[in-house]
């Protein structure tokens, strides 16, 4: 289901079997990318996987992807072979179409309470990307957290999806699997609590061994070492292929 | 099911009838409150409207908003009275929770697609808040309504929901239904070229006619007033009160 490197400018679009599985267009370490990996895997959708090199873009991703972003989810089994972008509009999708494992819940009251904790989870993503993109200091990051925090505590589940994880838990995790890097960019200065994030301390120790997770998964050390390739200028892509 | 004016710093929180309807916190004039409006109406849902002013924002608007934003969806009949954001999620909150004159397609596919248009959108709202707020020229507006123009062709219908307006249409409509203010901003620059967007002209002259657009319109004229009123650093959130 999955495919090695990452393919830029000059490749050839590659040839897949016409069995009509969507193709999911990605590049291996965004995190983004990942909830639709996430989505695909708990849901068991076969489909093939396009690593993609952000950098170089290849000149045929325009014809999958028309503002050249991953992920892409390109539906060839259906009529006019549309593609779907936006990784939570994908998610949605794969949910509303597979009902195997369902991610969401059924009541639109709950859905909608899901769907606004994972919006308010981009003051996380937003935190994240100026430590890691900016070199920020990580001031908004800590705060964003607690909101998390709480709401566990609230649910007062194990995951927040209940028993075991869904739409909320995969959609937030990908930023949680890459903590290391913040740890080592703000170095003294990195401070998860673990008394002030109790509850998501437990998540992270119980998320991180989920079969889903660990479908897709790169350690701490891959993660550091494609950032400072990245922040090196010579992106390491293949990393892990 | 409207209220009039809009409740600033020191106000009292209204008391409304123990109803168990839903009470939408908003704003007259803000395009993203318009959409959570419409939905309303579109679907005939019985609520009440309580009008917050932005600028000085009432002590209690806290207590139903916790980000203090607007449109939040107060849904006092519903267990623990949660508060909803995010005019995207309330709209699809509504069209889930309330059958009556469905809004988004059934098909999984078809709503992935009405949702990627959607956010699509974003490029024309933000190019928007650029002319109107930051003074831009509106280069980057034009082109991005040459997506919707398109898209209308490829859909072949008045409305970009078929022969009656639905999500896609009442979602971006509140950004046309202010043109009249980036034509004042822009003068002479202004070029909404009728032959460019032919389709998109039509689709104006149909949807403004619209009763549930109807329901909340306001006049050219009175948008620019209350843009002039804004830029004066005098907001008149009362104009149509």
């Known amino acids: 289901m999955s495919a090695g490197k990452h393919l830029g400018k000059g490749s050839v679009h590659p040839a897949l079997p016409d069995d009509g599985v969507p193709r999911l267009y990605s590049m291996r370490f965004c995190p983004f990318a990942e909830r639709a990996h996430l989505a695909l895997n708990a849901k068991k959708v076969p489909h093939h996987t396009i690593y993609v090199n952000l950098t170089e873009k290849p000149e045929w991703l325009v014809d999958v992807s028309p503002l050249l972003k991953v992920p892409a989810l390109h539906l060839v089994g259906e009529k006019a072979q549309p593609s ?91 930023w949680f699997e890459r903590l290391a890097v913040a740890e080592f960019i703000l170095k003294e200065s990195y401070n998860f609590d673990k008394k002030r994030y109790a509850k998501i301390s437990a998540w992270l120790d119980l998320i991180v061994k989920d079969e889903v997770v660990q479908s897709h998964y790169a350690t701490p050390e891959q993660h550091l070492t494609y950032w400072k390739s990245r922040k090196a200028g010579q992106t390491n892509y293949d990393l892990l292929a």
């Open 84 to 174: 779907l972008i936006e990784s939570l509009i994908i998610v949605e999708y794969l949910d509303e179409k597979y009902p195997e494992n369902p991610l969401l819940p059924k009541d639109p009251l709950k859905r909608a309470q899901d769907k606004i904790l994972v919006e308010r989870f981009s003051a996380i993503t937003g935190a994240f990307m100026k430590i890691v993109i900016h070199g920020g200091d990580g001031a908004d990051f800590w705060p964003a957290i607690d909101i998390f925090e709480a709401e566990l505590g609230k649910r007062g589940t194990p995951y927040f999806s209940g028993e075991k994880p869904g739409f909320v838990d995969y959609m937030i995790w990908p």
